[in-house]
């Protein structure tokens, strides 16, 4: 199966509000969390990242969660804007070890911004 | 703009041939990373470069092969093509040689329809 993954695959949510967009991982090796936006027609696009030794990280408008115990992560953003509707990946690498093989993604959430 | 440029943006060929994706890190990136994205089987790591040398092999198939240059832009060679190879690949660059946590930059990609 999948190790990573996202709960929903479409969130909907009201202009002005925070959004919440969730990912598990099974990997419970993977050391390093990123979350990326794709906007239709482009390429991934870098939103924020954590190690595993953070549960929490904040950028411009986003924050991101890890809780290593239950294996979940998370990005919050505040006050959605129109330009924030994409599809929101989690992807998780694994650092320890020697080495990594490249970033394994989740299937995606759709983040979709009612006016 | 990443900064990470792919061409051709658009390719439709026919089953049983043979294409050439190109991909040009930003400047002063190391690494080239090769994804594939379909609707199926969502956003897969293919392979990693780093400075001319393979670094990671993801699920990449037999028929697929990949170079890194001298002067660093990457190509990835897909043959033998079949209608399940259509999707969006993508190219993604970073610093390092995926030692330690190192954000990823991605292309716009390239859209293969197979024919």
């Known amino acids: 199966g999948e190790s990573v993954g996202l709960h929903l695959p479409t969130l909907s949510v009201q202009e002005g509000d925070n959004s919440i967009i969730n990912c598990a991982y099974s990997?419970?090796?993977?050391?390093?969390f990123i979350w990326y936006k794709q906007e239709s027609g482009k390429g991934p696009q870098f939103i924020i990242d954590i190690r595993s030794n953070m549960d929490k990280r904040q950028g411009q408008r986003v924050t991101v969660l890890l809780n290593k115990t239950v294996k979940h992560l998370s990005l919050q953003i505040a006050a959605t804007q129109p330009g924030d509707s994409a599809v929101y990946f989690c992807a998780e690498n694994t650092y320890s070890g020697g080495g990594a093989d490249g970033l394994t993604f989740g299937k995606g959430t759709h983040l979709i911004i009612q006016p | 703009d990443s900064g990470v440029t792919q061409t051709p943006k658009h390719l439709i060929t026919a089953t049983g041939q043979r294409v050439t994706l190109r991909c040009s890190p930003r400047?002063?990136?190391?690494?080239v990373y090769w994804y594939q994205q379909s609707l199926d089987q969502g956003l897969q790591f293919l392979i990693q470069y780093y400075n001319g040398e393979e670094r990671a092999k993801g699920n990449i198939l037999e028929r697929f092969s990949a170079q890194q240059f001298p002067d660093l832009h990457s190509e990835l060679n897909l043959s033998s093509l079949e209608l399940g190879d259509s999707a969006l690949y993508f190219c993604?660059?970073?610093?390092?040689?995926?030692?330690?946590?190192?954000?990823?930059?991605f292309g716009p990609g390239t859209r293969l329809t197979v024919l």
């Open positions: 993604a660059s970073s610093v390092r040689a995926g030692l330690a946590p190192d954000t990823q930059y």
């Open positions: 990997n419970s090796a993977s050391d390093y």
């Open positions: 400047s002063g990136d190391l690494s």
